[in-house]
């Protein structure tokens, strides 16, 4: 089976702009969870979504937010970018809700100025 | 909610020595225990994974055991070798239908040939 893919892999933004970024699961996964990078903050939940419902969330503000589609493809979006948003992207892709098994995407890195 | 501590943060070994990193949480409710390997610009990798009825776990040179009472579990790589070389991050989630992973601050092995 093909990995989880992400794309863009990489992105240059500026500050207030808005960002989406896209994650394809390994085909039969139904669950999708997305995670910020930083070297300072390390691995840090952003939100989980299965069968196209948010399910859970992390302590991030609303300007990231995120859906998922039917073919269970998930997006996430970042509006009013600020520096501190710049981080590696992560979405990992379980078989179904509460399968503990994730596995990662290679991430899409952001990096603001 | 759940906090997982990780220490080292950086370890150096020399080829053939045996590495240790330990990880403590928070959360008596937890009950499944992944270790993932990131090398540099790379996707983190699954490693390994304990679950709480378990106290041990070997594949290969790759070995979890996990202390519940204590709270704590870690990950021993016997006869390190320079491919070994990465970031590794301890995780831990619970059976509570989300597919939430806590990591730790992660540990930068170096092993030198």
């Known amino acids: 089976k093909a990995g989880v893919t992400q794309t863009p892999r990489y992105l240059i933004k500026t500050r207030g702009q808005q960002v989406t970024l896209s994650c394809s699961p390994i085909s039969g996964h139904r669950s999708v969870s997305w995670y910020q990078q930083t070297p300072g903050q390390g691995l840090q939940f952003l939100f989980e979504?299965?069968?196209?419902?948010?399910?859970n969330k992390g302590n991030f503000p609303g300007r990231f937010s995120g859906r998922q589609f039917s073919n269970s493809r998930s997006e996430m979006n970042v509006s009013t970018l600020e520096l501190g948003d710049s981080a590696l992207y992560l979405c990992a892709s379980s078989w179904d809700r509460g399968a503990e098994t994730q596995y990662f995407g290679p991430g899409t890195r952001l990096l603001v100025l | 909610g759940e906090n997982v501590e990780q220490h080292p943060s950086t370890l150096s070994v020399q080829e053939g020595d045996s590495a240790v990193i330990k990880c403590t949480y928070s959360d008596s409710a937890s009950n499944y225990f992944p270790w993932y390997k990131q090398e540099l610009g790379k996707r983190p990798q699954l490693i390994i994974d304990?679950?709480?009825?378990?106290g041990e776990k070997k594949d290969q040179r790759i070995a979890v055991t996990l202390n519940k009472t204590a709270k704590h579990f870690s990950l021993h790589i016997t006869e390190t070798q320079p491919e070994d070389s990465a970031v590794y991050f301890c995780?831990?989630?619970?059976?509570?239908?989300?597919?939430?992973?806590?990591f730790g601050k992660g540990t930068m092995l170096l092993v030198s040939p």
């Open positions: 304990i679950r709480s009825n378990v």
């Open positions: 979504y299965f069968s196209e419902t948010q399910r």
């Open positions: 995780a831990a989630s619970k059976n509570s239908g989300y597919s939430t992973l806590t």
